[in-house]
């Protein structure tokens, strides 16, 4: 459809051509269509940039025992063969006390492949977790407390986060960036898929047209769920 505009238009500019004296007149007509060719090169320019870089975010609700206890958030951009996904999240509730924490998390892919991730947790005001997994020319390697450590883990195509953003038809097992371990990928019999963790906890992640609508989380002191919302 583009390419036909184009060769109609050319065509209209060859018809105002106007010979005089040896030159050209270059008519009002004529002005309007080399305005209007302007036009269609910029959105055709702007229409690649917006298909390369396209972006997804999602808003959930925090829900214990019937009642709100906070939010998360999570957006994605992919841009060619990159992709860059962020959760945050903040929740308040008692536990014997009343605990406040803050999530942001983090993960970068190239062609598919993990290259970079990162895990900040804080609660009440303590930084309990606070780290970052980078693919270097040997490995992979993560970073805490000033520290280096080189993980033995063969690639990974798929982590924590990458579960709300699709769902796990073909996956067997997800990276978790917090353990540092893959867990297995378990189909439960009311349509979810349940991840167990190495310390026994578990999520369990329900879908709607492919996104995440609701995880169920199971901790040893604690259940919760997350729902997102409309």
Sequence with gaps: MIPMLIYLLFKK?????????????????????????????????????????????????VVRNGSEIGWMKLEKTTDGNFCKMILSS??????????????????????????????????????????????????????????????????VNFNLICLYFQEPYAQKRVYCDKQQSFADIEKTGDGGYKVRFPNGDSNCYYYTDGVCSKVKIEHTFYSAEIILNP
């Design 90 to 155: 903040e929740i308040r509730f008692h536990l014997i006390i009343l605990l406040s924490a803050t999530v942001v998390e983090s993960a970068c892919f190239d062609n598919g492949r993990l290259i970079f991730s990162s895990q900040y947790h804080k609660t009440n005001g303590s930084v309990k977790v606070n780290e970052q997994t980078r693919l270097t020319p040997t490995g992979y390697e993560v970073t805490k407390a000033n520290e280096k450590e080189k993980l033995d883990i063969p690639d």
């Design 13 to 61: 500019i060859r018809e105002q051509k106007e010979p005089q004296a040896g030159s050209i007149r270059i008519s009002p007509v004529f002005k309007s269509c080399i305005k209007a060719l302007v036009c269609i090169l910029v959105f055709l320019f702007l229409s690649s940039i917006l298909i390369n870089a396209r972006g997804q975010k999602l808003n959930y609700k």
